[in-house]
């Protein structure tokens, strides 16, 4: 196995190139069209079944090798996020207001350097699904690609995803069985009242009193519902009303991030999320409307196959450089859509002391790129015996 690690260490520049040209390139959500080009030409190239458009703007590959009856997916998401980059490096994003500062130019190289590999190898024995899914900061892109026909366009008996984490060590892989990721819902709140003069308070009815009072008592959810063992978090990051301070408005709208570790937790919170809304409402004499998004989804490992993989993992980088049990986060992965369809296994890869994700600062540690590509291969050449 560490011959399979040396092998891809040797092919860590031309990696390094489609991961620059990315990181340059960045487009958010539904709109990496350059970015599925770019992508779907190098797999062309490299003798791959190549569709583009799934889901709007995703791209699968498909090779098979020998008369073997398995297929799996291995998935990398490709969308940027709607940030300002602060870093200051050659490959740093060309696009004012638009970064990878997620890491998803990282993940979508280590795929293509396995899929480079792989396609000159051809060392395994079915069918394998290259997903390079868009939209994964909005939990759109999974949802869009299994509406278009994935798993019956292109079956597949298991699916795989992986994602750079900082704080973890770097180049370390961290698997845990079971729930790893939280749900979230976005829910928008609209309170409507009655506007004023601003020195008229008694004329109106102020949705932005109501909606303060609101904001305060969602955050009683959690601590007065949710037990210690178990984890959610309601967060309120907009309210909005008014454009002026003598005038009172006709409404006010908060948005809700609600995350929650377990599908119990998440009706719960919901639930009450809906009940505190009518009660502050009636309260405060305004109507009420919730917008909910779509269904948020807990990202939950098969507890066996996240175990195989593991310890294909240790074999492949020795034992000290897997951790099983990792640990598990309040964030959120649209991955998790595919694991309700299909056996899944997702796992962290350490990014190192670096900035978290989202953050203006953060970069894709390059040195990862060969540990990703080659547990990719390994993972290949392992279920498709």
């Known amino acids: 196995m560490d011959t399979l690690l040396h092998a891809l260490s040797a092919n860590q520049e031309q990696m390094k190139t489609w991961r620059h040209h990315l990181h340059r390139h960045p487009e958010i959500a ?14 062309r190239e490299w003798g791959y079944e190549v569709t583009e458009g799934i889901g709007k703007t995703g ?13 799996i997916g291995l ?29 998803h130019d990282g993940h979508s190289a280590m795929l293509l350097g396995a899929a480079q590999y792989l396609a000159r190898t051809r060392a395994f024995n079915g069918t394998l699904n290259l997903i390079f899914q868009p939209a994964e900061e909005v939990m759109g892109g999974a949802p869009a690609m299994i509406a278009d026909g994935l798993f019956e366009r292109f079956p597949m008996d298991a699916v795989f995803g992986m994602h750079n984490m900082p704080s973890l060590e770097r180049g370390k892989l961290y698997f845990t069985g079971g729930p790893i ?4 819902d976005n829910w928008e709140i609209v309170l409507t009242g009655k506007g004023s003069h601003g020195s008229m308070p008694e004329k109106s009815i102020d949705p932005v009193v109501a909606g303060a ?23 309120i990051g907009a309210f909005l009303a008014g454009d002026a301070g003598n005038v009172i408005p006709q409404t006010a709208t908060l948005r809700l991030s609600v995350r929650s570790s377990a599908p119990e937790t998440r009706k719960l919170v919901l639930d009450k999320v809906k009940a505190i809304t009518a009660a502050q409402a009636q309260s405060f004499g305004v109507t009420y409307e919730i917008r909910e998004g779509a269904p948020g989804a807990v990202l939950v490992n098969d507890a066996e196959q996240t175990a195989e993989c593991a310890e294909l993992a240790r074999a492949l980088l020795g034992e000290d450089q897997v951790v099983m049990p990792g640990p598990t986060f309040m964030g959120s992965e649209d991955f998790a859509y595919y694991a309700q369809h299909k056996p899944g296994t997702y796992c962290f890869i350490g990014n190192g002391d670096t900035p978290m994700v989202h953050h203006p600062m953060y970069d894709f540690d390059d040195r990862n790129l060969p540990v990703g590509a080659a547990y990719w291969v390994a993972l290949t050449e392992h279920f498709l015996k």
């Not at 498909?62 to 297929?71: I, M």
Request: proline letters at 2%.
């Open 75 to 103: 998935r990398a998401d490709t969308d940027a996020l709607a940030v300002q980059e602060m870093i200051e490096a050659e490959h740093k994003s060309t696009v004012p207001g638009k970064s990878h500062t997620c890491g």
């Open 59 to 71: 791209v699968v590959a498909r090779l098979r090798c020998g008369d073997g009856k398995g297929s």
């Open 181 to 184: 990721m939280a749900a979230v």
């Open 30 to 43: 539904f709109d990496e069209h350059d970015t599925a080009r770019y992508i779907a030409g190098l797999l």
């Open 213 to 235: 009072a609101l904001v305060m008592a969602l955050q009683t959810i959690v601590s007065r519902n949710v037990g210690p063992k178990d984890s959610a978090v309601v967060t």
